[in-house]
């Protein structure tokens, strides 16, 4: 069968970011400091420069992009739109499939988009060094990258499994110039605090957060840039979704379910949040959001204000956590292994605007496997979780013999985590379910702050 693909004009990559924060019904609710109470945006100039926390406090619906930046999109934007035909071919059905492919980037992953913009607005502010973290090396690649196309050196912590488990990953940062250092690290107080306490400490991206914070308030040359979770790093992401909506809309087609995998967030509000819009505005969309069952934040967090590092360094965010001392396990759910969500997403969420499901590691390998012999494409991991919600949702059409239209964000390639494709086809990789005494014991620690 043939395939078939979407594609865009550079004239049609998005103008403007979308911000889903002037659609919420209700408004976010305020980042709170150590005593409990609203700080404002002040309280982030230690590690953001004044451009970026504009956007993080905006309501404004549209945000433009900045021409360098768009200039910058053209290296792989517009990004193509797929009909899964083979795929629907086999598992028998007949609902639409549809996926927006971010692999394309010069990076592997839908990183790139943030990463670009912050590059960006810290060189107009004139930063000369950025620090960070990443978990599964999407956005560690993303940002080194960035960093060396707007001339920013570039720190990354990566979090200490994910180093060992993925060195193409770290040697595509360093191809770009950016140093990457396995966290936690002697370089920083609480790495050496961490490392005194235990020396084969695995690390997580709490950890990596918390180190990469501590240098950047440190050192006057030096602002933090994060990944995800933030609300300007997922209304840099909308790009996606308004693509995938145009090019939907240039084959009279509209989507019954989004699908998309969600860590802290940046990938499903990238897909998901112009859809938003739309089901503000009454149309019937469903928004799914899907996480691993080994670190599933929305699906069995609690809601309520949470650090966003483990040391506690960062304001305090309303959000689905698990607790911020959470410390996932060593295996390769990789960058969804973060202790909570954005507060944007998290609001939806409880405000029930929005789904989330969780699948089981196992799952999301079948499911990646079944995808790329069908479609061709090796996803990443991230991206299988996503790809397993949509299987499980097609095998619910075939039963109930319905056909939906169903859009979900392919996030990344796979090409540098075929070590794990490896252990699945050994047979050694096995699911795991997050204890719920573990969870309840990271829950009684959060801080005493009421919702």
Not at 43 to 67: G, M, Y
């Amino acid at each position: 069968m043939q395939q078939t693909k979407y594609i865009l004009e550079e004239k049609d990559i998005p103008t403007h970011w979308y911000n889903v924060v002037a659609d919420m019904p209700n408004p976010p609710a305020p980042p709170l400091g150590p005593d409990g109470k609203p700080v404002g945006p002040d309280a982030l100039t230690a590690i953001f420069p004044d451009n970026i926390i504009e956007q993080e406090v905006s309501h404004e619906r549209w945000i433009k992009i900045p021409d360098e930046v768009r200039q910058a999109y053209t290296m792989w934007r517009p990004a193509p739109l797929f009909r899964a035909h083979r795929l629907e071919t086999a598992l028998g059905t007949k609902c639409k499939i549809f996926y927006k492919y971010e692999g394309v980037s010069p990076a592997g992953s839908h990183k790139l988009n943030s990463a670009i913009a912050q590059a960006y607005y810290n060189k107009q502010a004139g930063i000369k060094r950025l620090t960070t973290e990443t978990g599964a090396g999407q956005w560690g690649s993303s940002l080194a990258l960035a960093g060396h196309m707007f001339g920013i050196e570039v720190r990354i912590f990566m979090v200490k499994v994910s180093y060992q488990q993925k060195p193409f990953r770290r040697s595509m940062m360093q191809a770009w110039g950016a140093e990457v250092l396995a966290s936690p690290t002697p370089v920083t107080e609480y790495g050496r605090r961490l490392l005194a306490a235990d020396p084969d400490n695995p690390g997580s991206l709490g950890i990596a957060i918390s180190e990469a914070v501590e240098e950047a308030a440190s050192r006057a040359d030096t602002k933090y840039s994060l990944g995800s979770v933030l609300n300007h790093v997922l209304l840099h992401q909308t790009v996606i979704g308004l693509e995938a909506k145009k090019q939907l809309e240039m084959i009279g087609e509209y989507p019954d379910m989004v699908f998309a995998p969600c860590g802290g967030g940046s990938n499903f509000g990238g897909i998901a949040f112009p859809f938003l819009a739309d089901k503000a505005a009454g149309k019937n969309v469903r928004l799914v959001a899907v996480e691993p069952t080994s670190c599933p934040s929305l699906t069995r967090g609690h809601y309520a204000y949470d650090y966003g590092d483990t040391a506690g360094m960062t304001p305090m965010m309303l959000q689905y956590t698990l607790g911020h001392d959470f410390m996932p396990p060593s295996i390769h759910a990789g960058g969804l292994r973060y202790h909570g969500a954005s507060s944007l997403v998290s609001q939806l969420y409880n405000e029930k605007l929005i789904e989330a499901v969780a699948v089981p590691q196992l799952a999301t390998f079948d499911a990646g496997v079944a995808f790329a012999r069908a479609e061709g494409i090796i996803p990443a991991p991230e991206s299988c979780h996503g790809i397993s919600a949509v299987i499980e949702e097609v095998k619910r059409c075939n039963e109930a013999g319905e056909a939906k239209t169903l859009l979900f964000n392919l996030s990344g390639h796979g090409h540098f985590d075929m070590a794990s494709y490896d252990k699945f086809f050994a047979g050694q990789l096995e699911d795991y379910v997050y204890p719920e005494e573990e969870i309840a014991a990271a829950l009684h620690r959060l801080p005493s702050v009421p919702v």
